[in-house]
C-alpha cells in the first residue's frame, strides 16, 4: 500500500469513527439527560454502533464485502474493549464524578486506536492492505 493509499485510508476511517462516535456519545449523553444511568445507556449505544460501524466500514473505509464471519469479528471487538469502555466511564463519573458529557468523549477517544487496529483486522483479515509479493515478481 502506498503512503497516499493509507493516508486515505486514514481518512476514511477517521470520517466513520467520527460518525460512530458522535452517535455513541449522543446515545449516552442523551440517556444521561433523559436520566437513564450510564450502563443501560452504553448498552443502547454499542446495539446501534457496531452494526452502522461495520457497514460503514465496510462500504466506505476498507471497501470490502458484509460477511457474516467479518461482523462477527469486528462485533466481537466491541465486546472485548466493552468492560474496559465501562471502566473507564464508571472511573470517570462515578469515581472522579466527571459528567458523562465529559466522560464518554474522553473514553472515546482513548479507544479509538484499538477500534482501528480491530476494525482492520476484522473485515480485511490481516493487517497489510496489499498481497505479499514474492521475491521473484517484477513491478
Given at each position: 500500500?502506498?503512503?497516499?493509499?493509507?493516508?486515505?485510508?486514514?481518512q476514511?476511517?477517521?470520517?466513520?469513527?467520527?460518525i460512530?462516535?458522535?452517535?455513541?456519545?449522543?446515545?449516552?449523553?442523551g440517556?444521561?439527560?433523559?436520566?437513564?444511568?450510564?450502563?443501560?445507556?452504553?448498552?443502547?449505544?454499542?446495539?446501534?454502533?457496531?452494526p452502522?460501524?461495520?457497514?460503514?466500514?465496510?462500504?466506505?473505509t476498507?471497501d470490502?464485502?458484509?460477511k457474516?464471519?467479518?461482523?462477527v469479528?469486528?462485533?466481537?471487538?466491541?465486546?472485548?474493549?466493552?468492560?474496559?469502555?465501562?471502566?473507564?466511564?464508571?472511573?470517570?463519573?462515578?469515581?472522579?464524578?466527571?459528567?458523562?458529557?465529559?466522560?464518554?468523549?474522553?473514553?472515546?477517544?482513548?479507544?479509538?486506536?484499538?477500534?482501528?487496529v480491530?476494525?482492520?483486522?476484522?473485515?480485511?483479515?490481516?493487517?497489510?492492505?496489499?498481497?505479499?509479493?514474492?521475491?521473484?515478481?517484477?513491478?
Amino acid at each position: 500500500m502506498t503512503g497516499e493509499t493509507l493516508f486515505r485510508r486514514v481518512q476514511r476511517y477517521i470520517t466513520v469513527g467520527v460518525i460512530c462516535a458522535v452517535t455513541q456519545n449522543l446515545i449516552v449523553i442523551g440517556g444521561g439527560f433523559v436520566g437513564l444511568y450510564y450502563f443501560p445507556a452504553t448498552l443502547v449505544s454499542v446495539a446501534v454502533v457496531i452494526p452502522l460501524g461495520y457497514f460503514l466500514h465496510c462500504r466506505y473505509t476498507f471497501d470490502q464485502p458484509r460477511k457474516l464471519d467479518s461482523f462477527v469479528r469486528f462485533a466481537s471487538g466491541f465486546v472485548l474493549a466493552y468492560p474496559f469502555y465501562l471502566a473507564l466511564i464508571a472511573m470517570f463519573c462515578t469515581g472522579l464524578r466527571w459528567p458523562v458529557a465529559i466522560a464518554a468523549p474522553v473514553t472515546t477517544a482513548i479507544l479509538f486506536l484499538f477500534n482501528y487496529v480491530w476494525a482492520h483486522w476484522a473485515i480485511v483479515q490481516r493487517f497489510r492492505s496489499y498481497p505479499k509479493r514474492s521475491p521473484l515478481q517484477l513491478h
